[in-house]
């Protein structure tokens, strides 16, 4: 009986194509950087299951251990608290910070956006000097003054945050806005009694989503960053409460003794907005028709 190659079969080439069309798709660079963001999210969404301890839980007779112990794998801090189960708990703030403000800031500005040109005349000047100025103002020292003023919380801090950007999304989403309107499409809509909220957001939006999400993927590295950075100069997250920044603000004054408090949060701030860039840069090329 002659034998049969399997590898030769319908089913496994079936069953093999895909994989070998996944790996020709996206880049071994790419598909580590997406692996990553789904265990920053994984932990995110379950760090109440996943920490071994609470992040205020205190053990003197341990502090300052070091990485690799079974009751402590990635050591001690200054009061003994476990830098795991912080680090899980620092992911899960970062993210809620960064991934709110993202959103909040592609809203704010992509209505800005449409209403320049949907209204244009005096609203779009408006919205144009406005961009202007937000571009101009430097963002961290205006953070800095409003938190100093106001206190920090959570909830201010995702505003604030989520002016951030803004005015990125109201040119893209006017310049889009604009080019759909000239292509024909939006006019012949109206014609048909569609109100202008419906032109825009069922036939516009659609049209221009794939830039403004690409646009997304570059600025939220840039708000944890500044989150971080904030945290860092202890105007963020405020304690019992801990993030990224948070915790590499603390663990600098341990560098030299304890190194692994602020390495370990500043390696995943550095994985993470690296990963971000990279599935952005990914998705700015798969989705832009003009690259080829």
């Keep these: 009986m002659a034998s049969v190659d399997l590898s030769e079969t319908p089913h496994v080439r079936k069953g093999s194509g895909w994989i070998w069309r996944l790996r020709q798709t996206v880049p071994p660079l790419v598909a580590i950087g997406i692996l990553w963001l789904i265990a920053m999210v994984v932990i995110a969404a379950f760090a109440d299951h996943i920490r071994p301890y609470n992040i205020t839980a205190m053990d003197l007779t341990s502090r300052l251990s070091m990485p690799g112990s079974a009751k402590h794998w990635l050591g001690t801090d200054e009061l003994g608290r476990d830098v795991l189960s912080r680090l899980i708990q620092s ?13 909040l800031s592609a809203v704010f500005g992509t209505f800005l956006g449409f209403a320049a040109a949907r209204f244009r005349g005096f609203v779009e000047h408006l919205v144009l000097m406005l961009a202007d100025f937000q571009a101009a103002l430097p963002f961290l020292i205006m953070s800095l003054a409003v938190l100093a003023f106001f206190g920090s919380s959570m909830l201010l801090l995702v505003c604030l945050m989520g002016f951030y950007g803004w005015e990125r999304y109201a040119r893209i989403a006017r310049g889009l806005a604009v080019a759909a309107g000239a292509q024909g499409y939006a006019a012949a809509v109206v014609q048909l009694g569609a109100t202008p909220t419906r032109v825009y957001l069922r036939h516009i939006l659609p049209n221009v989503a794939s830039t403004l999400i690409v646009s997304m993927t570059l600025t939220f590295p840039e708000i944890i960053l500044m989150e971080s950075g904030l945290s860092f100069l202890g105007l963020g ?56």
């Design 237 to 292: 997250v405020q304690p019992p409460e801990t993030s990224l920044g948070n915790m590499v603000g603390f663990g600098r004054e341990y560098l030299t003794r304890a190194p692994w408090i602020m390495l370990a949060p500043a390696s995943v701030i550095m994985l993470t907005t690296l990963s971000i860039s990279l599935v952005g840069d990914w998705l700015r090329d798969k989705l832009d028709p003009t690259v080829t």
């Design 91 to 103: 992911i899960r703030i970062s993210l809620v910070i960064a991934f709110g403000a993202t959103l």
